[in-house]
């Protein structure tokens, strides 16, 4: 089983700020990985996959960067609707894994 | 526009089973795998099973294998998951979700969740 480990598990950021979560493979996943966001109460949405690519209609301040066993997001400005919880997951092998996530809250 | 409606959750006791369905609209059910993952309470993401368009390819996650069971209706469009023998540790929100594409595995669409607790 690939493990997923993300870092830190909790980020303090204040709005407008720039915020870097990452995420490790145990081992190689290529670029077969997504990112998802969770805010309270609600569903993941998708965010990333292939690593870099933006999902339809996520904003351009989301990107994400990385191959192999090493992984970012970056928000580059964080706006109030961004205070949530972030999670990758790999998908180059079953058992399909996703990270402990990230929670992203105000500083 | 896409939309995933999960239904059969509920209170159930050690030992018991519970089925789970997904009602899929807004999309070809057909040509789209289809996932479960679940959430304990405060905790993170935890996949738990996944199925072929055609319906014949199922994944398990080793903590569900042989307990769980997952299949497709393609006539009603629906995903089922028929959970047996579960435990206090099955206790979560379970949401379907939809596969982005063939061996492109990620979900990018996914229902509202429904609450399975198990306790006595």
């Known amino acids: 089983e690939i493990v997923m480990t993300q870092s830190p598990v909790t980020l303090s950021v204040s709005p407008g700020e720039r915020a870097t979560l990452s995420c490790r493979a145990s081992q190689s996943v290529n670029s077969n990985l997504a990112w998802y966001q969770q805010k309270p109460g609600q569903s993941p949405r998708l965010l990333i996959y292939?690593?870099?690519t933006r999902a339809t209609g996520i904003p351009a301040r989301f990107s994400g960067s990385g191959s192999g066993t090493e992984f970012t997001l970056t928000i580059s400005s964080l706006q109030s609707e961004d205070f949530a919880v972030y999670y990758c997951q790999q998908y180059s092998n079953w058992p399909l894994t996703f990270g402990g996530g990230t929670k992203v809250e105000i500083k | 526009e896409v939309q995933l409606v999960e239904s059969g959750g509920g209170l159930v006791q050690p030992g018991g089973s519970l089925r789970l369905s997904c009602a899929a609209s807004?999309?070809?059910?057909?040509?789209?795998?289809m996932t479960w993952v679940r959430q304990a309470p405060a905790k993170g993401l935890e996949w738990v099973s996944d199925?072929?368009?055609?319906?014949?390819?199922?994944y398990y996650a080793d903590s569900v294998k042989g307990r769980f069971t997952i299949s497709r209706d393609h006539s009603k469009s629906t995903l089922f998951l028929q959970m047996n023998s579960l435990r206090a540790d099955d206790t979560a929100v379970y949401y379907c979700?939809?596969?982005?594409?063939?061996?492109?595995?990620?979900?990018?669409?996914w229902g509202q969740g429904t609450l399975v607790t198990v306790s006595s």
């Open positions: 979700a939809k596969v982005y594409g063939s061996g492109w595995y990620f979900f990018d669409y």
């Open positions: 807004g999309f070809t059910f057909s040509n789209y795998a």
């Open positions: 292939g690593a870099s």
């Open positions: 199925i072929s368009g055609g319906g014949d390819s199922t």
